[in-house]
């Protein structure tokens, strides 16, 4: 092989990878799945996508190594192939964070309206959760939950918050997450639970960016009694605990 040809197919081999990451939707569908594993049905449905479409796109992203699939029944089921697809995606966010001034400018316009404040960063949080001075939210669907969380959360999906919020203790700060830093969860989580009078903050980044940092989850369901919550006899939600 010549060099020229060589240059010539390598680099084609790079553009098969920047073009798993040339399309909105491809973003979000990573964005997504490294939240875990999902069927076709429920990436289309979260990705407000055809299922036609959602194929379309997951084949690709298969096609460039990105995902990887495993049978469930009658479902496929897909996930990110490894963790350096998800640093892969956090480089191109901080690439276009670094260069394209309107990522700034949507994400200030934006999360300044619902919380109007910096997020709380992880490890700031950590201290502050062993120290008993804030109860930990994660707001996104419970199936998320269980594939990786920040030990003793509490688990309320933001469709029960509201059902939920006055169960809190008043004299407690609140500190919620979700998907990561460009989720809205957490911000309208902030404000339902700032619309009662708590005290409450949005947690910088989400499970994804936190394993790959080598900050320890935890899986499944919480067996922790709930505490900072008001008790409810029937059909409690929150799942989880502050240790």
Same mark, same amino acid.
């Given at each position: 092989?010549?060099?020229?040809?060589?240059?010539?197919?390598?680099?084609?081999?790079?553009?098969?990878?920047?073009?798993?990451?040339?399309?909105?939707? !491809?973003?979000?569908?990573?964005?997504?799945?490294?939240?875990?594993?999902?069927?076709?049905?429920?990436?289309?449905?979260?990705?407000?996508?055809?299922?036609?479409?959602?194929?379309?796109?997951?084949?690709?992203?298969?096609?460039?190594?990105?995902?990887?699939?495993?049978?469930?029944?009658?479902?496929?089921?897909?996930?990110?192939?490894?963790?350096?697809?998800?640093?892969?995606?956090?480089?191109?966010?901080?690439?276009?964070?670094?260069?394209?001034?309107?990522?700034?400018?949507?994400?200030?316009?934006?999360?300044?309206?619902?919380?109007?404040? %910096?997020?709380?960063?992880?490890?700031?949080?950590?201290?502050?959760? !062993?120290?008993?001075?804030?109860?930990?939210? %994660?707001? !996104?669907?419970?199936?998320?939950?269980?594939?990786?969380?920040?030990?003793?959360?509490?688990?309320?999906?933001?469709?029960?918050?509201?059902?939920?919020?006055?169960?809190?203790?008043?004299?407690?700060?609140?500190?919620?997450?979700?998907?990561?830093?460009?989720?809205?969860?957490?911000?309208?989580?902030?404000?339902?639970?700032?619309?009662?009078?708590?005290?409450?903050? !949005?947690?910088?980044?989400?499970?994804? %960016?936190?394993?790959?940092?080598?900050?320890?989850?935890?899986?499944?369901?919480?067996?922790?009694?709930?505490?900072?919550?008001?008790?409810?006899?029937?059909?409690?939600?929150?799942?989880?605990?502050?240790?």
């Amino acid at each position: 092989m010549e060099g020229r040809e060589f240059k010539n197919s390598i680099f084609e081999q790079f553009a098969r990878a920047a073009n798993a990451f040339a399309s909105p939707k !491809r973003v979000e569908i990573i964005d997504l799945l490294s939240q875990g594993e999902r069927s076709v049905a429920s990436i289309s449905q979260s990705t407000n996508m055809a299922i036609a479409n959602t194929s379309r796109h997951l084949q690709i992203l298969r096609n460039a190594g990105m995902l990887s699939t495993r049978k469930d029944g009658l479902n496929v089921l897909y996930r990110i192939a490894d963790d350096s697809v998800i640093e892969g995606y956090r480089a191109l966010c901080a690439l276009a964070e670094s260069r394209i001034s309107e990522v700034r400018h949507l994400a200030e316009a934006f999360f300044g309206e619902l919380d109007g404040a %910096d997020p709380v960063n992880v490890n700031e949080l950590l201290k502050r959760s !062993r120290a008993g001075e804030v109860v930990v939210v %994660d707001v !996104r669907p419970q199936l998320e939950f269980e594939a990786g969380h920040l030990p003793g959360a509490i688990n309320i999906a933001l469709d029960e918050l509201s059902d939920r919020v006055t169960d809190f203790d008043p004299d407690t700060a609140v500190v919620a997450y979700c998907r990561g830093r460009y989720c809205v969860l957490a911000a309208q989580a902030v404000a339902i639970f700032r619309a009662v009078g708590l005290q409450a903050e !949005r947690l910088e980044g989400g499970p994804a %960016d936190w394993r790959v940092d080598g900050i320890p989850l935890a899986f499944g369901p919480s067996t922790h009694k709930p505490q900072h919550l008001h008790s409810r006899k029937k059909n409690p939600k929150a799942r989880g605990s502050i240790k």
